[in-house]
């Protein structure tokens, strides 16, 4: 899939209707977009972001998220998404489009797909949607919901984020530090490479069978199981209002956050005790240190899960050794029985053995026999055999895998918490005191309250921040309920497939039920091998890019993706087999683990769809630079769009290295404040051009 076209019409910075074309010709495959900051590079990337995923845009990057927040929530980014000189002419409409060929939709034949997102500051409530196939509306689109049709036949939202990105921010890859962080990048790596499309599959198996076996419940059991469905129903109703509520509570607080923050600049600028700079220094800071306060929150919240164990610790104990007790209880049993076996054998064939008719044996003489035999095998073939306490008792009967997971916890807490939670909560006490420092800082710039006008601010600012408090809290409670929800919800769920496997296939179902459950073991061996497979690939993949990318040679010298459940991780190690922690990484080898990490998903992908870099060369040194203009650029995909800064971001020499791959550049030319257009440049005439329009700008 490449893009042929795309369309802005009075989108931001671009007034009027301003089309670019983007199709590919023979092997050159990049295209060079390039401006001055603030001529709307990031803002034609976010343009297409919008396009395909609307209100949703925050979830493909905190880029997306940040700018809507610093509007002061969705309502007010889109509002002011207008061109400002098209509503000043009364002009309210404004839409981008994308045109996509060489779509693959199963069973449907297309050569090109149009995805329109449009909105009227004027008239509309929210966008509208239009979606072309050949020119006609897709009644596909229309029947699925085009904005399930764009995540499910185009780009699904959770693996955007590894097509478009900005090249300084996707080091976030290389710093994740929250469960949160990981379960949702496990659950991208998971769609990208294609493990979650058979897990879906197997889940809708698994349902079509216990549909099965329901049918055949009595009416009590029937009456049970409906009761179970409409409460996991209900709980599933309730998450959707709590999520619902916290939505339009997010957006509420984000409005009443940028109020506040416009009264503090101007408290500020009131009091003239620090510039508007340096308030957006000490801003800046504050969102860093509230994000970090907020990460290490998550990692005392994870830690506070293990606390009643450590505190416990002497329990817990115990339990490892009773499940160690009964490990072996049950093993002694088996062999106890063996033991017991072999004897009553070698007695019994002792007995059917013909004797002399002179050899009397008699009952002492057989006992004796008997218990020595016992005792002998049991000395030369089960010498490790333990003894069987008489009054010993099973208590808890744990699985293998339960047990392991009991003594993994164990070494966790025996080994690593302690000092992991020492420094989690050393961290956050630090963070918090910075952030309070930071806090009285802006607090302290602020006028007084002797002019009544800055009183009145001061006073609104103050009842603004409590009811951003209130907020907080009230999502946070919203939050609390979902968890409760949701756990309720898999009790329920637990219990109906209790039930309905306890359930026996009806006659008419048996022979269904045999072939879903042959599929189901099949899919289950195929995808432990897919997984293996793609586990396997991808580690191969990284560490070819990184040996490719990097200046020293050897420093990673093996990659490990663990694949543990629905959980993914990555894990680089030096030549001493050491983890190498991504956080210890400088920027500069962070972003490049990241780009590595790229080129190996998108490589393993199914998924054949353009790559958007915006800031593509920052952090990175001259030969750093270079490898990635030889090596990554060209082969990352079919389609490769890069939005570098020429001559900081993009040298003339790096630039002649890409050109025999180049397909086509343009300049974003500013106009005046409000409009910018595109340029087409020949790649030949590019950097000349580029030079001659703003070497001597001002």
Known sequence: ????????????????????????????????????????????????????????????????????????????????????????????????????????????????????RSYNTLTSTSEDIEILIDGYYSELAKDVGQEIFIREFIMPIEIAKFFFFDAEKIVNLAEVTTNEQRKRLSRAYSEVLGIKKYEDIKANLESLQLKLRQESASAAERNMLEQLKADVNKNLNLIADNENKIRELRELRNEKNKESRDIQEKL??????????????????????????????????????????????????????????????????????????????????????????????????????????????????????????????????????????????????????????????????????????????????????????????????????????????????????????????????????????????????KEKDAIISRNISNLKDFISKFKAKKKASLEEQILKGLETLMHKKGFIKKVEVEIIGDDIDIVLKNNRGEEIKKESLSKGEQQMYATALLRGLVEESDIQFPVFIDSPMQKFDEQHAENIVKYFYPNVSEQVVIFPLINKELTEREFNILSKHVANTFLINNIHEDKSEFLPINPKEFITTYNSMYNHAN
């Open 268 to 509: 500020i600028k009131e009091g003239s005790l620090i510039t508007v700079e340096e308030l957006q220094r000490l801003r800046e800071n504050e969102d860093e240190l509230t994000k970090r306060q907020t990460a290490l929150q998550n990692e005392l919240k994870d830690s506070y899960d293990l606390i009643p164990f450590a505190i416990a610790g002497d329990k817990f104990l115990e339990v490892s050794k009773q499940l160690d007790n009964e490990a072996n209880f049950k093993a002694a049993q088996f062999k106890d029985e063996n033991v017991k076996g072999v004897t009553n054998k070698i007695l019994t064939d002792l007995l059917n053995t013909p004797k002399p008719a002179s050899l009397a044996i008699d009952h002492q003489v057989h006992k004796f026999y008997s218990d020595t035999f016992e005792k002998l095998i049991r000395k030369h073939f089960f010498a490790d055999t333990p003894q069987l306490p008489e009054d010993f008792k099973m208590l808890h009967e744990f699985s293998d895998t339960e047990k392991n997971e009991m003594h993994a916890l164990l070494n966790n807490i025996k080994l690593s918490f302690r000092e992991s939670f020492k420094r989690i909560n050393g961290e956050y006490n630090l963070v918090r005191n910075e952030l309070n420092t930071i806090k009285r800082r802006i607090k302290d710039a602020e006028a007084n309250q002797e002019n009544p006008i800055i009183s009145e601010l001061r006073k609104h600012k103050e009842e603004l921040d409590k009811e951003i408090i209130r907020i907080d809290d009230t999502i946070d409670s919203l939050n609390r309920e979902i968890g409760e929800y949701q756990n309720e919800k898999m009790q329920k769920g637990k219990r109906i497939d209790e039930l309905s496997r306890k359930l026996n296939v009806s006659e008419k179902n």
């Open 1 to 116: 899939m490449t893009i042929k076209e795309i369309e802005l019409y009075n989108f931001r910075i671009y007034k009027g209707e301003n089309t670019i074309d983007l199709s590919t010709s023979g092997n050159k495959n990049i295209f060079i977009i390039s401006g001055r900051n603030g001529f709307g590079k990031t803002t034609f990337l976010m343009s297409m972001v919008w396009c395909l995923y609307g209100r949703n845009m925050q979830e493909v990057d905190d880029l997306y998220k940040k700018e809507i927040e610093d509007q002061g929530g969705y309502s007010k980014y889109i509002a002011n998404s207008l061109n400002r000189m098209a509503r000043s002419e009364n002009d309210y409409k404004f839409h981008v489009a994308i045109k996509f060929v060489d779509v693959n939709i199963p069973e449907v034949p297309c050569k090109e797909i149009v995805v329109k």
